[in-house]
């Protein structure tokens, strides 16, 4: 790997309670060099050092352009320490005691900032210098936006990205992290320290915590935004969007990365922790379940390389395809880590945490996990009831976790004993410091879910060496082994004398927790770190996955959003909107699900997100893509294409032209109704001409609509009801051969009747 070395040299002429003010020189940057400034950790601002300076030229350095003045947002007035970093290689060039006003290295003397500040980045091993990894961290950002607390999910997420820095996995130069912007419509770049230093952060209890952020920005996908996505066609080659959390609460994320697929060249890494939704629905909030499958129908194509956190997830992926006629991409399986101490400072944080004390005054058995129906917590009350009836002195069961979905019964349960008469406590909101000295004090844990991905509960039970009850249900024996005490989820005799046991007979409980910590093997999260680099690499190393459609002639593609709005209907009713969401637009008949997907896939470039008649573009020009079987037609040979569309009202009349690879078609299409269906006849020898040839006779084809002789009177108009850009409303699509008069006349009875 090649290290440059970057000389640098610069001076704070002026530290004030307003304003900064300085230069800044290094040896590589030709053009003025772009600085970053943080405080107290956080991304603030970014700057350029382009200011002329003849004095600096004339003290014996090259270079004018390097002067600086930057002023202060009111934000950072109260901060403690400032860092003035190079953008160019994320070294920390100064750093300012700003309640003293003092700089606190002199690099006009070759000074960097002490160790304790952002230290330069260290070589990593060779063979994972050539990849590229953007993090998507959207549902992370929009979750830290409302909760103060990571859980599930969101912890694995943090933990995956934090281990991945601390222990150099990657270099940390190759490594991104973006949120979509909901407010935007698109992805931005977060500021990688700011980010990291609030992870960090985030482990400690809420009174301990010093990083400040906007939560109402966060909550949209904002977090030490930088701007906008921008990514060179040569980064995009050795690059993988990974996601490690939940995309399906996205609005048309399918093609949010298809667009980064098809521009850039990136792969896409997505990880799959459960199927829940589809195989446990029955405990899931049903248009959850809904939400979830339309993703998985559209994103499976997509995958470059899967990371599943479970054997029985990989199971279950594979058995969702099979079962639904879709190709299993390739996966790996990446488990998840059992440990909290990976991300705790050597000192300062490694003792218990006083917040909770008055939790583990008396004995306890812990319960760690979202409270819902599939976590099982009713079964846990019922064992507690049994054994209290039966005169067991029990211990209480603190349950730490949110309220979540179909936790009723177990609620009304609690209400109706006065939670088992003091018996069952729920703490929420929980830090990892303070879960920490939660599992240390605990008598033994216990998990008696009826379904998970993985299971992180039981690997940090057993890794601070506290047994753990579980069911032998999906992946949970994965995680615990032999080292697990199982109980049944349907005899509940039979599991109350497996806990009555460990209550009543101290030295079996005394037995198993030594045998738990002789032989217990944590996975790291370091471990499982390195098995994402390895998902990327194995996803970089082939061709990339489908990034376009192949249309088949004589079939309809329509570009309504999947999922079906069925709330509040009944019989008929329901019936209807089902035909309603699956009828053809331009023939008579029944559109498939596949041909929805691909009709969706096939849009390229800016659109907003489907509805249920069809689909706005965004601006007059709409692109689409497809690949055609051309092998069987002659030069001399033309196809019809035909599209039902619709503008906005206040754009009528106006005109509508079809390009192919940039050739605009002859017959536009004259606008005088908001909808409308038209045909073009495309030329077989100008598809061939005006397109990428692939085997088999195959083409990749670029097309697009655009919308002409819009007024500007008619899009003010527009504004006032909707202010998004909309351009061509495009429900359907049709290409069949000119010699095809049986499609053609279904069509011209559709325009006709």
Known sequence: MTVITIDRVGNIERVSATNISGWYINSVDNKPALLRLYADSVFILEFT??????????????KAECGFRIDLPEAVRNAVSLEIIDALDNVAVWKIDFGRRNVLNDLLQGQLPTADSIKPLQPVPQENADVRILFDVSDLVYYIGHHDNLTGIQRVQSSVIQAMVRHKVMPQSNIGFIAFDASLGKFQIIDEKSFLTLLVDMSLPVANRTVTFDRNKARVGNLFARGDLKITPAAGKNMAVVLLGAAWVIPDYVNVILNLKRRYGIRFVPTFHDLIPIYARETCDQGTAEVFKVFLDQILRHVDVGLCVSENTAKDLARYCAENALLTPPTIVTQNGSSLEEFFPASGQDEDVDSIEYLTREPYVLFVSTIEGRKNHAY????????????????????????????????????????????????????????????????????????????????????????????????????????????????????????????????????????????????????????VVEGCRAALSKPIANITPEWQLGRE???????????????????????????????????????????????????????????????????????????????????????????????????????????????????????????????????????????????????????????????????????????????SLLITKETDYVRRLNVLEKLVF
């Open 49 to 62: 050092a382009g200011e002329e300076r003849p004095d600096v030229v004339a003290g014996g350095f090259n």
């Open 380 to 531: 846990a009350f019922q064992i507690w009831e049994k054994l209290l009836k039966a005169g067991v002195d029990m211990p209480r069961l603190v349950c730490v976790g949110r309220l979540g979905w179909r936790s009723e019964g177990f609620l009304q349960s609690l209400l109706r004993t006065d939670n088992l008469n003091g018996h069952i406590q729920i703490v929420e909101d929980i830090s990892d410091a303070e879960l920490k000295t939660l599992y240390k004090r605990s008598l033994f844990t216990i998990y008696p879910s009826q379904y998970e991905g993985w299971g992180l509960p039981i690997g940090e039970s057993l890794y601070y060496g506290k047994p753990c009850v579980l069911t032998s249900t999906s992946s949970l024996p994965e995680v615990a082994g032999d080292l697990g005490i199982y109980i049944p989820s349907d005899n509940l005799e039979s599991a109350a004398h497996v806990v009555q046991e460990l209550i009543e007979n101290p030295t079996r409980l005394a037995e198993i927790t030594k045998k738990v910590e002789a032989n217990f093997t944590p996975v790291t999260w370091s471990e499982v770190a390195t098995k």
């Open 557 to 731: 593609y329509t570009f309504r959003q999947l999922r079906i709005e069925t709330a509040g209907r009944m019989g008929q009713q329901m019936l209807d909107s089902f035909l309603e969401a699956n009828r053809q637009v331009l023939l008579n008949g029944l559109v498939s699900t596949q041909d929805k997907i691909l009709g969706l896939e096939s849009r390229n470039g800016q659109w907003y997100s489907p509805e249920p008649w069809g689909c706005w573009s965004n601006g007059f020009r709409a692109g689409l893509c497809a690949v055609l079987n051309l092998s069987e037609l002659d030069d001399t040979e033309s196809l019809c294409l035909f599209a039902a569309f619709r503008v906005p009202g206040q754009y009528v009349p106006c005109t509508l032209t079809l390009s192919v690879g940039q050739q605009v078609l002859p017959g536009e299409a004259a606008i005088r109704a908001a909808e409308t269906i038209h045909r073009w006849l495309v030329p077989i020898k100008l598809l061939r001409s005006r397109s990428k040839p692939l085997s088999g006779g195959l083409y990749e084809i670029d097309f697009e609509l655009e919308l002409r002789g819009v007024t500007a009177a008619s899009q003010d108009a527009l504004r006032t009801v909707d202010t998004r850009k909309l351009g061509i409303g495009l429900e």
